[in-house]
């Protein structure tokens, strides 16, 4: 087996390793002269930009060597992603189909299952409004039959002379009364019993397979804008900084868009 190859990347290693301490070894230099500047009149000023200057046509040198062997490498990178990807992509698409097969199916049986829980409890409920009123009836009935009872008692000691006619009014009134709040009792514990009924769950018979992933995905469209609660809306960032940037004036572009704060700040 040849050892070129690995002799050749050793000296380009090497020749890299040299280059990149000389590139360190200006940088620190450099940082030293930044931190070490003080622009207090325009001399220092025009120094300054002097060294900016020959900072940044550095900078520009270093990517004109660098960027060549980057160009290469993004190039090496992208040939294996496509590699990849041309036997990746019809993979990709039989997944989907298959994918879509067993999603409608799943889909359908979720909705039958939906379907059947709502049956199911709708006749629950009606089963159960249907005893409740059953038995309203029974309890109003007995409520009935008590006060007739009990009117009759009230008629039968009226007649006799144990009481007068205007005590029996009274009784009977208060009779009637009694009848009258076991009737409504009736009617309350009725609908407390049709409220009671809890919903049962019927779940879609969707068997599991280890490996691969069942899921429900929620998803959402906006159909009105103008309803969107303020907490689920997002200022646009892009478009405010292009007006602010067009505007050049903190108090129009202030008014224009209330709700922020507009500065400028100097460049070099």
């Known amino acids: ?11 380009e290693s090497g020749t890299l390793a040299v280059k990149n301490q000389e590139i360190s070894n200006r940088i620190t230099v450099w940082r030293g002269q930044a ?29 004109f060597e660098k960027d060549p062997g980057i160009h ?6 992208d040939f294996l992603r496509e590699d990849k990807a041309k036997h990746v992509r019809p993979l990709d698409e039989i997944d989907r189909v298959a994918m879509q097969k067993a999603a409608d199916w ?9 379907a059947e829980e709502r049956r199911v409890n709708e006749q629950r409920r009606r089963d159960a409004a249907e005893k409740a009123a059953a038995d309203r009836r029974v309890a109003e009935a007995a409520a009935e039959e008590e ?8 008629d039968d000691a009226r007649k006799s ?49 280890a490996g691969t992933m069942g899921r429900t ?15 689920y809306l997002q200022p646009d960032e892009v478009a405010i900084g292009g007006m602010v940037r067009a505007t050049k004036d903190k108090e129009k572009a202030e008014a224009k868009c209330p709700g922020i704060e507009v500065w400028s700040k100097d460049a070099v």
């Open 161 to 209: 002379g144990e009481i007068k006619q205007r005590e029996a009014n009274k009784l009977a009134k208060q009779v009637a009364e009694q009848a009258s709040r076991d009737k409504e009792a009736a009617r309350e514990v009725e609908e407390a019993a049709a409220a009671q009924v809890k919903d049962v769950k019927v779940k879609a018979n969707i068997p599991k397979l």
């Open 217 to 231: 995905n929620w998803k959402h469209r906006v159909v009105n804008p103008d309803l969107v609660p303020r907490a």
């Open 72 to 77: 290469s490498a993004k190039q090496h990178l």
């Open 147 to 154: 006060r007739k009872r009990r009117q009759k008692a009230i």
């Open 106 to 114: 799943k889909e359908k049986e979720r909705l039958a299952a939906a």
């Open 1 to 11: 087996m040849s050892t070129i190859p690995s002799e050749v990347h050793k000296a």
């Open 35 to 63: 931190e070490a500047l003080v622009v207090s009149n325009s001399e220092d000023y025009a120094a300054t930009l002097a060294f900016l200057k020959e900072l940044r046509t550095y900078k520009k040198a270093v990517g």
